[in-house]
């Protein structure tokens, strides 16, 4: 079974930066890829940045060059740094792992951007 617990999540001001950590625990396999999504109140989930066990991105339009995802498979643990928050990127952020075709997710932290 896998466990994915994120935490960083907050209260920010427009400009402002923010730092998301998820920790991951029970069968993970190191190569499994990781990412992030996020979602609003009446909208789905959308996909913000994936990250393989080589380390390599992939980012949503919305976010590329504010964003940055990143993990220490040593560790189990992914991060987000996100960098010049907007409003429009308040939403609660979830962790994900894909291990043999199936998405494990986290139970969510929010952030919040203010104007």
């Known amino acids: 079974q896998v466990q994915l617990v994120e935490s960083g999540g907050g209260l920010v001001q427009a400009g402002g930066s923010l730092t998301l950590s998820c920790a991951a625990s029970?069968?993970?396999?190191?190569?499994?890829?990781m990412g992030w999504g996020r979602q609003v109140p009446g909208k789905q989930r959308e996909p913000v940045a994936t990250?393989?066990?080589?380390?390599?991105?992939d980012y949503a339009d919305s976010v590329k060059g504010r964003f940055t995802i990143s993990r220490d498979n040593a560790k189990s643990t992914m991060y987000l740094q996100m960098n010049s928050l907007k409003p429009e990127d308040t939403a609660v952020y979830y962790c994900?792992?894909?291990?043999?075709?199936?998405?494990?997710w986290g139970q969510g932290t929010q952030v919040t951007v203010s104007s």
């Open positions: 994900r792992l894909t291990r043999l075709g199936r998405n494990y």
């Open positions: 029970g069968i993970i396999g190191r190569s499994s890829p």
């Open positions: 990250i393989t066990s080589g380390g390599s991105t």
